[in-house]
């Protein structure tokens, strides 16, 4: 039988030396392992409380709360909407509106999820690092889940809505960008580089052929000839949206055992209430989806990961090529050594292409995974803080 081949290799290959297959090999043994382990946890943790067996049944009543029923997730910080277009929203976090400090413009992640991972949780907001680095303006787009009516959204729609946000903050911004928002946010910067002040970016693909991603080892397995097929089929079957579940289904299959662990682990702390709300608080975002547009999730994959286009040069975006090397303004780029979406050489290739000189590109390694980089302490408090101080002192 013959197989699809990339470069000489096969596609069973490419994912057997990725991981993905070891992922799933070792699950069982996994899986087992956790069990055991939650189980064992709860019992010892009653024993050593002289738990009631009364008690005991309230501590699976709350774990079966935390980890199965959901609440639409919220953002934190006080603020006000000031703009709102059918695709997004501009949520205007400003503290001194009158501040002349060069104002952030945060976008947040745009795969699937609701923005306000930016704004987490008190102590693990973007949002108030930011404010605390001094910045008197502060504002953050938050994108709103595709529609029939915004099916067809293109790339060009999403350029155009952070120009527009870029003259509504004073026609100059620092402009963050996490993930899918720091790709956005380097077209934008290669396209207007005279409205972006600095540009930072954090755990996003610039170059999606660097490392081993996972995704780009799924992107393999559904189009092995780095077409596109398989997605248009089921944005097709979806009326032409892609469905927000669909991506929460991509981003479990990549980690299979690990939500199974987590719970099991949870078990364990069964009568730690805090634990069990911060789990929920967590839960709430991640499976509290968002559809996308099918027609700029078809983009993506073919021309930011399938081609690799925006690191090629070859990318083009409202009819003109998209220059990397138009982009001279100082550079920040933020990565996770545990980032299994987006590894570290993805994001330092930024540096290869853009124009700005070596002493003004600074680089950030966070003991984090992928979305520990946008919401957690450590990330946020020994990498955020410090990237941010610098951006205001040039501010």
Same mark, same amino acid.
């Given at each position: 039988?013959?197989?699809?081949?990339?470069?000489?290799?096969?596609?069973?290959?490419?994912?057997?030396?990725?991981?993905?297959?070891?992922?799933?090999?070792?699950?069982?043994?996994?899986?087992?392992?956790? /069990?055991?382990?939650? &189980? *064992?946890?709860?019992? #010892?943790? !009653?024993?050593?409380?002289?738990?009631?067996? %009364?008690?005991?049944?309230?501590?699976?009543?709350?774990?079966?709360?935390?980890?199965?029923?959901?609440?639409?997730?919220?953002?934190?910080?006080?603020?006000?909407?000031?703009?709102?277009?059918?695709?997004?929203?501009?949520?205007?976090?400003?503290?001194?509106?009158?501040?002349?400090?060069?104002?952030?413009?945060?976008?947040?992640?745009?795969?699937?999820?609701?923005?306000?991972?930016?704004?987490?949780?008190?102590?693990?907001?973007?949002?108030?690092?930011?404010?605390?680095?001094? /910045?008197?303006?502060? &504002? *953050?787009?938050?994108? #709103?889940? !595709?529609?029939?009516?915004?099916?067809?959204? %293109?790339?060009?729609?999403?350029?155009?809505?952070?120009?527009?946000?870029?003259?509504?903050?004073?026609?100059?911004?620092?402009?963050?960008?996490?993930?899918?928002?720091?790709?956005?946010?380097?077209?934008?910067?290669?396209?207007?580089?005279?409205?972006?002040?600095?540009?930072?970016?954090?755990?996003?693909?610039?170059?999606?052929?660097?490392?081993?991603?996972?995704?780009?080892?799924?992107?393999?397995?559904?189009?092995?000839?780095?077409?596109?097929?398989?997605?248009?089929?089921?944005?097709?079957?979806?009326?032409?949206?892609?469905?927000?579940?669909?991506?929460?289904?991509?981003?479990?299959?990549?980690?299979?055992?690990?939500?199974?662990?987590?719970?099991?682990?949870?078990?364990?702390?069964?009568?730690?209430?805090?634990?069990?709300?911060?789990?929920?608080?967590?839960?709430?975002?991640?499976?509290?989806?968002?559809?996308?547009?099918?027609?700029?999730?078809?983009?993506?994959?073919?021309?930011?990961?399938?081609?690799?286009?925006?690191?090629?040069?070859?990318?083009?975006?409202?009819?003109?090529?998209?220059?990397?090397?138009?982009?001279?303004?100082?550079?920040?780029?933020?990565?996770?050594?545990?980032?299994?979406?987006?590894?570290?050489?993805?994001?330092?290739?930024?540096?290869?292409?853009?124009?700005?000189?070596?002493?003004?590109?600074?680089?950030?390694?966070?003991?984090?995974?992928?979305?520990?980089?946008?919401?957690?302490?450590?990330?946020?408090?020994?990498?955020?803080?410090?990237?941010?101080?610098?951006?205001?002192?040039?501010?």
């Amino acid at each position: 039988m013959r197989t699809h081949t990339a470069l000489g290799r096969t596609w069973q290959d490419s994912l057997a030396e990725g991981g993905i297959v070891n992922t799933y090999a070792r699950m069982p043994a996994q899986l087992s392992m956790a /069990f055991a382990v939650g &189980a *064992a946890r709860f019992m #010892i943790s !009653a024993v050593e409380r002289s738990a009631a067996p %009364t008690d005991m049944f309230n501590s699976v009543n709350d774990w079966v709360q935390s980890a199965f029923v959901r609440k639409p997730p919220t953002w934190t910080t006080e603020h006000d909407i000031t703009r709102e277009w059918p695709i997004a929203r501009l949520r205007d976090f400003s503290q001194n509106p009158e501040s002349t400090t060069v104002p952030v413009l945060l976008l947040p992640p745009q795969a699937g999820h609701d923005s306000c991972v930016v704004d987490f949780a008190d102590g693990q907001s973007q949002i108030q690092t930011i404010q605390a680095a001094g /910045f008197g303006r502060v &504002a *953050a787009l938050d994108w #709103i889940g !595709a529609t029939q009516e915004t099916k067809d959204t %293109t790339i060009e729609d999403y350029v155009a809505v952070v120009r527009e946000a870029t003259d509504l903050l004073g026609g100059r911004v620092n402009l963050v960008g996490d993930c899918q928002g720091g790709w956005l946010g380097a077209i934008y910067a290669a396209m207007y580089p005279e409205t972006v002040h600095t540009l930072t970016i954090a755990g996003a693909p610039i170059n999606t052929k660097r490392g081993k991603a996972q995704a780009q080892q799924w992107l393999t397995l559904m189009s092995p000839n780095r077409g596109v097929t398989a997605h248009r089929m089921m944005v097709a079957r979806n009326g032409g949206i892609w469905p927000g579940q669909y991506q929460l289904a991509g981003f479990k299959a990549m980690e299979p055992a690990g939500e199974f662990q987590r719970l099991t682990q949870l078990f364990g702390d069964a009568h730690e209430r805090e634990q069990l709300a911060h789990y929920a608080k967590f839960a709430d975002w991640f499976e509290h989806t968002q559809d996308l547009s099918g027609s700029f999730y078809l983009w993506v994959v073919k021309h930011i990961f399938a081609r690799n286009e925006l690191a090629k040069g070859t990318l083009r975006v409202a009819g003109e090529t998209v220059d990397l090397g138009r982009i001279d303004c100082p550079i920040y780029m933020i990565a996770g050594d545990r980032d299994h979406i987006t590894p570290a050489e993805q994001v330092w290739a930024l540096e290869e292409y853009v124009s700005t000189p070596s002493e003004d590109v600074t680089r950030r390694l966070a003991s984090a995974g992928h979305l520990g980089l946008f919401m957690g302490r450590h990330a946020l408090q020994d990498h955020w803080a410090p990237v941010l101080a610098d951006i205001a002192h040039r501010s």
